[in-house]
């Protein structure tokens, strides 16, 4: 099982809890103010990165769909609408998280439709060859363990299934670098600390983003743990990237 930088990234050194012990606490604490935070700190534009990875499933039509760190449930929400599948089931470590998300299916009339459950990308409650689609947006940088999170996904997964994760990058573009890096330095830890209790969880989305292994290296270690026809599209000058993988 390879280990990478990206697996030891922590929101708190101090603590001596596990990584994701520390990040379902944490998601805990910042919950009521996630989605605001999100659509604040990208100006909105996250909305739009999760239709692009959405619509790359669209001509597959699937119709059993597990959102994997569905969080406060907007892709899986959005996945309904855009996708139509029967059924949708979004895990999660963040109880916190999980109950804004069931008010927020309840105020859609999407109970019937999309179901969420806590649960470990680690060890998905879930059997076999079960989906025909599996999604992350956000979520595989929180994994304790990559590839392990990734073995699950492709277990879940049916023959033939698809994954799309939608994650952070970090742009390569002269001038575009620069000022991302002030945002993610500065920016995004300050106003997270104005608006969220936790004062280090937006710090530790910028060092999870540092050391995340993105790009070809994400595609490699999709690979490594058995998923196929493998791409990536990078999104926004190359602040996102989707990454596609198939069972």
Not at 2 to 22: C, F, I, M, R
Not at 74 to 97: N, V
Request: charged content about 20%; glycine content about 8%.
């Amino acid at each position: 099982m390879g280990n990478y930088a990206h697996d030891t990234v922590v929101p708190d050194l101090a603590s001596n809890l596990p990584k994701k012990e520390q990040v379902a606490l944490m998601f805990d604490q910042i919950a009521p103010q996630y989605d605001f935070l999100n659509r604040f700190l990208s100006a909105g534009i996250d909305i739009s990165w999760r239709k692009k990875t959405l619509l790359k499933l669209k001509k597959d039509n699937p119709q059993f769909i597990l959102d994997v760190a569905t969080g406060t449930a907007d892709l899986a929400i959005m996945a309904s609408r855009l996708l139509s599948p029967q059924k949708i089931t979004g895990i999660d470590i963040s109880e916190g998280m999980l109950e804004l998300g069931r008010k927020k299916i309840l105020q859609g009339g999407l109970q019937e439709q999309i179901t969420l459950h806590t649960g470990d990308s680690e060890a998905i409650p879930m059997d076999n060859d079960q989906f025909d689609a599996v999604t992350v947006s956000f979520g595989v940088r929180n994994f304790q363990n990559l590839e392990k999170g990734l073995q699950e996904i492709l277990r879940v997964l049916r023959p033939g299934g698809k994954l799309v994760v939608l994650e952070f990058s970090r742009p390569s573009l002269p001038g575009v670098q620069q000022l991302y890096n002030l945002y993610m330095n500065i920016v995004t830890p300050g106003v997270g600390r104005i608006f969220s209790k936790s004062r280090t969880a937006y710090q530790y989305l910028n060092d999870s983003v540092q050391k995340f292994p993105e790009g070809k290296d994400f595609v490699t270690i999709m690979e490594k743990t058995g998923f196929k026809n493998t791409s990536f599209q990078r999104l926004s000058l190359g602040i996102c990237t989707i990454y596609m993988g198939e069972k």
